[in-house]
């Protein structure tokens, strides 16, 4: 199936005399007018949540109403805005942008927008723990290791669940530290002693499953990143293995990259 | 709705005896496995691509067999695997890991795996591009712009789109260029013989609708990554503002993050 036939005849010769933002299907030019808005909602270009009413947009975004229509729809259902009829088109909340440049814990991103709780929903030492959590702790088989499981809310709402095994060692320390309150970041630095090092993090975008759509209230279907996140002491030991589901209608990942290689010194 | 209330009963007071993998109800245990399985996955744990039987993942997962059964068709769903009756649970194709510690188009990601093409869909000069696309790159009000949009495929399968504007000075010099095998970083830097300096980059996890269903020939609802890039010369002038949508079943994003701050210089 091609459904893009009459597009494909510009290849090789371009076309630079149409509009972008008329040129193809409407669905088309809607998927590039939503990209283009949800940047702009990000970059917090509507202060004061608003949106301008279809014919404004179609004027700025030099498009028809109808695609401005089409992506403001494709935005609703990404949870980022509400349109109501008398109201307008609202930006639901600005999502919080977690910066992927320096290890830190969630919880630094998130605390600067309120009330950040950790539900705790497991906290133990496992004596069995599955084979694939040792390997990546560098655990011999036969070792417990920690396991810890915590669903984040912001000002109540469910934001992310964060499932973790941990070294023995050092997680049998944190299991009677204030793991609703603090960073496990925070807490592994304070019981070792020791500065953590790095983290190897490899982000997945999926959907969510029945059971994260029911932690974290959100539409079974809905899109979420799924991090995974090995962090190391800065002797280079493994010490905590990571996964975390959290809501894309909620957070971006952002960094800022250069060009030549990272480290210059 | 608080549909895991029994487990929530464990708040504060911690469970230390029950094993993690056999805690919560089924669907909590299928994604915690699904999680551990995707990371085993794409860590290559499986070298040949093919997936150990039920009862043994149960076994080295310390799970039950239906649990594991569930979190099979959580990763199927997620199009990482595919299970047949005789054959077994196979590995789709191994992600692609694009990394987010340096800049660097997907090409150079993308290249070591096959044969990359992108499909040149619109290359043109726009007279009066959207206000939006001006503001980002600096340009003042009645300045023209390029437009680029691409399709990329490796290996004739197609991974993502990518929508470009350009300052008109530095688009202009591409559109004769080799836009359907070159990466378009590297062709700006041979073309203006600058180096590029950085991006700010801002990772979005969206589902799919349907024209970019239709495009990357994957299911609407299906995840993928929505990449906001605005890349700036080394001078710090902003000359390129793309959207990306990358297909989330090919592609992941790692990076290793540091503890301390990021430049030690």
């Known amino acids: ?153 912001l000002n109540g709402e469910p934001l992310s669940v964060d499932t973790t095994w941990l070294a023995p060692d050092i997680g049998t320390a944190l299991l009677d530290k204030d793991l609703a309150g603090r960073d496990v970041f925070d807490l592994i630095e304070e019981t070792t002693g020791t500065p953590l090092g790095y983290a190897e993090i490899t982000v997945h975008a999926i959907t969510a499953d029945h059971d994260t759509a029911a932690l974290l209230g959100i539409p079974v279907g809905a899109p979420l990143f799924a991090i995974d996140r090995l962090t190391h002491l800065s002797d280079g030991r493994p010490v905590d293995a990571e996964s975390l589901r959290i809501r894309a209608d909620r957070l971006t990942l952002s960094t800022v990259l250069e060009r030549g290689p990272r480290w210059t010194g």
């Open 1 to 153: 199936m091609r459904p893009h036939e009459n597009e494909q005849a510009n290849h090789g010769g371009h076309d630079r005399h149409r509009h972008h933002t008329s040129s193809g299907s409407r669905a088309q030019r809607a998927r590039r007018l939503a990209d283009m808005l949800r940047q702009q909602i990000v970059d917090g270009a509507f202060g004061d949540g608003r949106l301008p009413d279809e014919r404004a947009l179609a004027r700025s975004l030099d498009s028809s109403r109808n695609a401005v229509r089409e992506a403001l729809d494709l935005l609703r259902g990404e949870g980022l805005i509400t349109r109501r009829r008398g109201v307008g088109t609202q930006v639901v909340t600005v999502k919080y942008g977690h910066r992927l440049d320096r290890l830190t814990g969630l919880a630094q991103t998130l605390t600067d927008h309120g009330d950040l709780r950790n539900e705790v929903r497991v906290a133990c030492l496992v004596p069995a723990p599955p084979a694939s959590a040792l390997e990546r702790l560098r655990l011999d088989h036969g070792s417990p290791a920690v396991h810890l499981e915590r669903l984040r809310r």
